[in-house]
């Protein structure tokens, strides 16, 4: 009940992101402001490369957050039609992934929304940022995204990581598979992780506990990252645009969430309460 809760509170996010993501762009393909940086533009902001970066970012992000959560979903079918120990752990991987991954996209794709109306993304007529606000409980519901990471780097790894490193074994045999540029930098992306989730079990729990939540962004990236590849290929143009945007533009944070990973407890407990105050 509380792994479908969980999955449900992503899709939760996944829902308000994919609906101020529709917003904003009706918003930026109708308000027009300063002068077109391109030849046969619009006229409205949509044709300024900012505004451009913020709605793929939008759209790449929500297609990455909604493929795992259908990745999930499936496991977590599986798992119950076959009994199966594999599908039982892959669904108990995915599931913290899936809730932070979809939670937090929604409340970054709803910020974005309110940027890209600018000032009168605070004007309450425009509605955009009802879906921030919507959107902002989720990383909370049922488990906060960093007890999400703390089970995932904890209870989840209890196996060595055996789950987690099939699950990077099946990732990139499919694109090792495939060929160019965005395949190798997707096999980059697992390698990272790989190391790193090395580096994860190899530790006590609370220099796990403290780069779990990078950890857990660091794994959805690359699920991310995977999901685009596999959508690239099936030929349509409008995938391999959004392909190389997020393969490009937002899977290398996996290098420095990795970093962040890693990084251990030591920093954190060698400030002093004093080091706290205002």
């Known amino acids: ?128 940022a009802q879906y921030l606000r919507d959107a902002r409980i989720t990383p909370i519901y049922e488990g906060t995204n960093g007890i999400q990471s703390m089970d995932l780097v904890a209870r989840k790894m209890m196996d060595g990581g055996a789950a987690a490193f099939a699950l990077m074994d099946d990732l990139a045999a499919l694109a090792s598979a495939s060929s160019g540029d965005l395949a190798e930098a997707v096999l980059a992306a697992i390698a990272q992780l790989r190391v790193t989730t090395q580096w994860v079990v190899s530790q006590e729990l609370n220099e796990r506990f403290a780069g779990s939540v990078a950890y857990q962004k660091a794994f959805a990236r690359v699920l991310g990252g995977y999901f685009h590849l596999v959508a690239s290929m099936s030929g349509q143009s409008k995938r391999q645009r959004l392909a190389r945007v997020y393969i490009n533009s937002l899977l290398p944070e996996t290098f420095s969430l990795c970093a962040q990973a890693q990084a251990g407890a030591a920093d954190l407990y060698a400030l002093e309460l004093d080091d706290f105050a205002a």
Not at 13 to 23: F, K, L, R
């Open 1 to 128: 009940m509380m792994n479908n809760a969980r999955l449900a509170v992503g899709m939760q996010g996944v829902g308000v992101a994919e609906g101020a993501y529709q917003h904003a762009l009706a918003y930026a393909m109708d308000r027009k402001q300063g002068r077109s940086p391109i030849a046969e533009g619009t006229g409205t902001i949509i044709d300024h490369a900012d505004v451009r970066r913020m709605l793929a970012q939008m759209k790449a992000d929500i297609f990455a957050a909604r493929s795992i959560g259908v990745a999930c979903a499936v496991a977590i079918d599986m798992a119950k039609a076959t009994g199966d120990a594999d599908w039982q752990a892959r669904a108990a991987l995915l599931t913290p992934i899936a809730k932070s991954f979809g939670s937090d996209t929604g409340v970054a794709v709803a910020d974005l929304g309110v940027q890209i109306h600018g000032g009168m993304g605070f004007v309450e007529e425009t509605a955009a």
